[in-house]
């Protein structure tokens, strides 16, 4: 922090300061390029974590500062932060929000970047928590930890702050979670999110649609078989529940599991066992499952389409999402956040949330998510959608 602040204090016309801008909003790093300019800051950007090590090696910058929005698309935030911390280990590391554009300094309130960079260095609050050099653990666990939100989950409504809670409580455990909720709520991010800051969220995450897959394909899909155990079977191979081995299995939508299937995975679930189709051998799996639905499991069991015992085995720990109706307050960022992604430079009317508001969203965030895309298509070379551009 030291040399930070003798750089930051050194006169005009010496070398700036780099400012890695890691995120994939590429609207924000076009807004912070020009907010950090020339000549106290050099703003290099990437849109990924792969794309943000090259630049680091290639400007050999080890005394920068790197705004990093944890949400890398295509790297596991601590194993990028560890690859950084050995090739510079002396950059500067701070936390960014890229829906509000904002920096996350440890537990604090969010700061605002723009001019206050400076004062952030000067203060010597901006550095995240450094691990010891033979820390092997969990560095950088503050840092992951500041954001207020999960991955990709947007709004700060009292519902959302609840289910928030739940799945941090839940993550680090190896508990069956059953994540319920109308279509379009975003139960895949949930159960994503409870891998990702779980002590498994190195090892695979295997998702399983029960609901795309064919009844007579979903076994072998589930538990794999070995060479010969029908027709086109000319290769042994594992199914995707032992592909999770030592990670987490999302069985999305398992209200339409079929019937036949469901005492066979209630068995994998109370023994950790896996039978390939067609072989004798019992695989012994470590998987923590994580199953969601936007049926209504206990009316499937009343119909006795649906097993009561395995419910109650994968109903263990349940977490409800709101449907978007019931957290209303949450609209106007949700819908700021789609409109930033699929068009830069395009603002939202009063008019035109005034809509978004007024309607009842049966297909919930997934729907609203659609509708915009849809208006910044109609907007053309505008800048501003309105409710022309508002089809419900």
Not at 5 to 24: G, H, K, L, S, Y
Not at 297 to 321: C, G, M, T
């Amino acid at each position: 922090m030291a040399s930070l602040v003798a750089q930051f204090t050194r006169q005009e016309d010496r070398m700036p300061i780099d400012v890695f801008v890691v995120c994939p909003n590429s609207r924000l790093r076009q807004d912070l390029n020009e907010k950090l300019g020339l000549p106290r800051w050099n703003v290099i950007q990437a849109e990924s974590g792969a794309g943000a090590l090259e630049l680091l090696q290639k400007h050999g910058s080890d005394d920068g500062i790197l705004l990093l929005d944890p949400n890398l698309p295509d790297l596991e935030l601590n194993e990028f932060l560890r690859i950084v911390k050995v090739r510079c280990a002396n950059l500067q590391l701070m936390t960014l929000n890229s829906h509000t554009g904002q920096l996350l300094i440890g537990g604090a309130s969010p700061t605002p970047i723009s001019t206050r960079l400076a004062e952030l260095i000067n203060r010597g609050v901006a550095a995240a928590p450094r691990p010891s050099p033979d820390n092997d653990g969990e560095p950088f666990r503050d840092v992951a930890d500041a954001r207020l939100n999960l991955r990709g989950m947007i709004g700060d409504s009292e519902r959302m702050k609840r289910t928030y809670h739940l799945t941090r409580m839940v993550a680090v455990r190896d508990t069956t979670v059953l994540v319920t909720g109308e279509s379009g709520t975003g139960k895949e991010l949930i159960a994503q999110e409870i891998h990702l800051i779980s002590p498994r969220r190195k090892q695979p995450f295997v998702v399983v649609n029960c609901s795309a897959i064919p009844e007579t394909l979903l076994e072998a899909e589930l538990f794999g078989y070995v060479k010969g155990a029908f027709t086109g079977a000319v290769q042994s191979r594992i199914g995707r529940i032992h592909s999770a081995h030592g990670g987490t299995l999302f069985l999305d939508e398992i209200g339409d599991m079929p019937l036949s299937l469901q005492s066979k995975i209630l068995r994998f679930l109370e023994q950790g066992e896996v039978q390939r189709l067609g072989g004798l051998d019992n695989l012994k799996v470590d998987v923590r499952v994580v199953a969601a639905t936007n049926a209504d499991l206990k009316k499937l069991i009343s119909q006795q389409q649906f097993r009561e015992d395995l419910y109650y085995r994968v109903a263990i720990f349940p977490i409800q999402l709101p449907p978007l109706r019931e957290r209303m307050s949450d609209l106007e960022e949700l819908a700021e956040w789609f409109v930033a992604k699929y068009s830069r430079g395009i603002s939202l009317s009063g008019e035109a949330l005034q809509m978004l508001q007024q309607h009842h969203w049966p297909g919930n965030v997934r729907e609203l998510r659609n509708v915009i895309e849809r208006a910044t298509v109609l907007v053309g070379a505008g800048r501003e959608i309105k409710s022309e551009h508002i089809f419900l």
